[in-house]
Every structure is written in C-alpha cells, then in structure tokens.
C-alpha cells in the first residue's frame, strides 16, 4: 500500500512539473511571437513626418483637399486678413479704416503688443529712434513725419504682415487683431504728438510732459525731441535693381491681384 501511494505521488510530481515546463514553455511562446511585430505592425500606413510609398508624391502628409475649408480658415472679411481691397482698376489698395470699433482695451491692447514687438526700433513714442536704432541699427520709420501721417491706417496693418526695407514681417509673431490693434494705436501716437489745446475735452487737465518727467525721476530732456545718435546707420537710397520693398501698391505699377476674387476676363 505504502508502494502504491509512493508511486501514486511520484507520478503527481512529475505531472505537476510537466504542467509547469508547459505553461512556462507557452509563455515564452507568446513573448516571441509578440516580438515578431507582425500583423498591424507590417501592414501599409502613414507614419507622421515621415515619407510614403502609397502616394506617388512619397509624402505621407498630404495636401489639403481642393475646395474645402479647415475649421477656422473661412476668412470671409478680406480685408480684416490682408489690409488691403481690390479697386475699381483691379489693383489692390489701402483703406483709411479699423475693420471693427476701436475701443480704450484695443488701444490698450496695441500699446501693449507696440511697446513688446515695434518700440525696440520706432521707440514709444514712435519717433523711430528706438534702443537698437541707439545702438547702430538702421534708423526706423518715423510715425510723425508727413509721409507716414498721410497713409492709411491699413498702411501699417499691410506692412506688419509683409515687412518693409529692413523691417521683417511680424505675421507669425502678431494675430491679425492684434496687428489691426497696433495700427489703431499708432494712430493715436500720431494724434497725441500733434494735439492742441483744442483737441482736449472740456474739463480734461493739462499737464506739462517736463513736470511729468520730474515726478518720475527722469531729465527734462526725456520730453524733448530725442536726437540722432551719431551712431545710428543712415539709410540709403532704394536700390530698385534689387526690388522695392515689401509695400502695399497704389498705382499699376505692380502686378494685379484680385481679391478676394480675380475680375471678369474682358470680351
């Protein structure tokens, strides 16, 4: 009987572990077979910013479709985007116009993106002799000076999208509103460096900008006219072999845009 049970328990042990030796052997089946990254892994997809074979263009990101607009992309209002309209000759031109009402938060809203991206070159007072003008860079436009009081205010938008001479675009830098917002601003640089005691409300005091600038510890030459630095680089004439700088055309001179749609082609 002894012998029986004997037997009986050997034969359970070595079950047991052959049971075992399978499951491990499974396991380790499994692992392997997960390893091979077959299936979904080897089947034909777009990996991002990668190439493709698919297309015959070898780009795995593909184009927008024709005709369709991306959420956020309509840009109905022209103008609002580009600053500019299609005239009645078909070229494009500027307007003396804010595409939406100019209240005191978007004044404030331009002086805050004016005094962070343009006072660096066109100072805050936008008399174009800002700190890197101090330093030897280019003289800036002066936002004062007839020419720039005679352009419209759209000027400014058009030319923040678009550059100008040695002025970069600030598109990706500055939102459409936020560019519309700006000019509005330089707007009202330009009123307040030519008021008059008649442009002010009634009832409205005036203060002298010299006690002004003794009340915050500054020299009364802070509220003078800022003169050139003998450092600063003068700008020289435009060189027209190497193109005109970047600026919204009035006249035929350059090429016709339609916007926002091309003109009826003449019978």
């Known amino acids: 009987m002894r012998m ?6 050997s034969q ?3 079950f047991r572990a052959a049971r075992r030796g399978a499951l491990l052997t499974g396991a380790v089946a499994m692992v392997l077979i997960a390893g091979c990254r077959q299936d979904m892994q080897d089947q034909p997809k777009i990996f991002p910013q990668r190439g493709s074979e698919i297309f015959a263009d070898h780009r795995g990101a593909r184009p927008q479709v024709a005709n369709t607009v991306a959420r956020g992309q309509l840009r109905e209002d022209s103008y609002f985007y580009t600053g500019v309209v299609q005239g009645a000759n078909g070229y494009r031109e500027e307007k003396n116009e804010i595409p939406f009402p100019v209240t005191l938060e978007v004044l404030e809203r331009g002086q805050e993106r004016f005094n962070i991206y343009c006072s660096t070159c066109h ?7 800002g700190m890197v003008v101090e330093r030897g860079y280019k003289p800036a436009a002066n936002f004062h000076d007839q020419v720039r009081l005679t352009q419209p205010v759209s000027h400014y938008f058009y030319v923040m999208s678009h550059g100008y001479g040695a002025m970069p675009d600030y598109a990706a830098q500055i939102a459409p509103i936020d560019r519309w917002a700006i000019a509005a601003y330089i707007r009202a640089l330009q009123l307040s460096q030519a008021a008059t005691l008649e442009d002010v409300p009634a009832g409205v005091a005036v203060r002298n ?3 002004v600038a003794r009340e915050n510890h500054l020299p009364e030459s802070f509220a003078e006219p800022w ?4 450092t600063a680089i003068q700008a020289n004439p435009n060189d027209l ?8 055309p009035t006249g035929p001179a350059e090429i016709k845009i339609a916007i926002p749609q091309s003109k009826p082609a003449a019978k």
Not at 4 to 9: E, T
Not at 227 to 230: I, N, R, V, Y
Not at 241 to 248: E, I, L, V, Y
């Open 4 to 9: 029986q049970l004997s037997a009986l328990s």
């Open 12 to 14: 359970l042990s070595a």
């Open 123 to 129: 100072s805050r007072v936008g008399n174009g002799l």
């Open 209 to 211: 900008l010299k006690d």
């Open 227 to 230: 003169p050139l630095p003998a």
């Open 241 to 248: 072999k190497q193109g005109n700088p970047a600026m919204a």
